[in-house]
T-cell receptor, first 111, second 111 residues
Framework: AQRVTQPEKLLSVFKGAPVELKCNYS??????LFWYVQYSRQRLQLLLR??SRESIKGFTADLNKGETSFHLKKPFAQEEDSAMYYC?????????????FGKGTLLTVNP | DSGVTQTPKHLITATGQRVTLRCSPR?????VYWYQQSLDQGLQFLIQ???????AKGNILERFSAQQFPDLHSELNLSSLELGDSALYFC??????????FGPGTRLTVL
């Protein structure tokens, strides 16, 4: 079974401070991990996927298979980063592919 | 704009009633996914359709059903509504499954 755990429901930091949103997963197959972001009153949108290994809006995330983690990091948080962040795990089901989402972490960046 | 549209934006109804939510995927995307987002459960996968066929089922109640039509739009039918069904319902579409594009959601309020 697939499971995604985001241990922090809420995370509050000050502008300019580093931020780390935690994500741990459980999956017996080869995982594909994503971070989705939902800004206030907007739809979910893809922020990062582990296979692309890119940095978007200053965020990075590294897949650590040993620790089964995919934490999202940014060295200097900005107020516009305030949003709901969801970690998601994809299976390897071909056309039966599905994403399992964590419960999300609400990030607030204070001025 | 991801191109996924959902109607209606808001729906207010009474317990015991039946409603239909509609989703139009991005042009060319064959997969449609339905999710329920609530404060306590987070984002829960309900069901997936691929080119008109049901492909995967998640935590979908028996009172709920969905279908995907030949033009690839999808409808989610919710019946015998209960107060606890009040939530935001998202549709997402995908060409490959690995990146899902979300619609703006339908906010359902059951009174």
């Amino acid at each position: 079974a697939q499971r995604v755990t985001q241990p922090e429901k809420l995370l509050s930091v000050f502008k300019g401070a580093p931020v780390e949103l935690k994500c741990n997963y459980s999956y017996s197959g080869s995982p594909e991990l994503f971070w989705y972001v939902q800004y206030s009153r907007q739809r979910l949108q893809l922020l990062l996927r582990h296979i692309s290994r890119e940095s978007i809006k200053g965020f990075t995330a590294d897949l650590n298979k040993g620790e089964t983690s995919f934490h999202l990091k940014k060295p200097f948080a900005q107020e516009e980063d305030s949003a709901m962040y969801y970690c998601a795990l994809g299976n390897s089901g071909g056309s039966n592919y599905k994403l399992t989402f964590g419960k999300g972490t609400l990030l607030t960046v204070n001025p | 704009d991801s191109g996924v549209t959902q109607t209606p934006k808001h729906l207010i109804t009474a317990t015991g009633q039946r409603v239909t939510l509609r989703c139009s995927p991005r042009s060319g995307d064959l997969s449609v996914y339905w999710y329920q987002q609530s404060l306590d459960q987070g984002l829960q996968f309900l069901i997936q359709y691929y080119n008109g066929e049901e492909r995967a089922k998640g935590n979908i109640l028996e009172r709920f059903s969905a279908q995907q039509f030949p033009d690839l739009h999808s409808e989610l039918n919710l019946s015998s509504l209960e107060l606890g069904d009040s939530a935001l319902y998202f549709c997402a579409s995908s060409a490959t499954g690995h990146e899902q594009f979300f619609g703006p959601g339908t906010r359902l309020t059951v009174l």
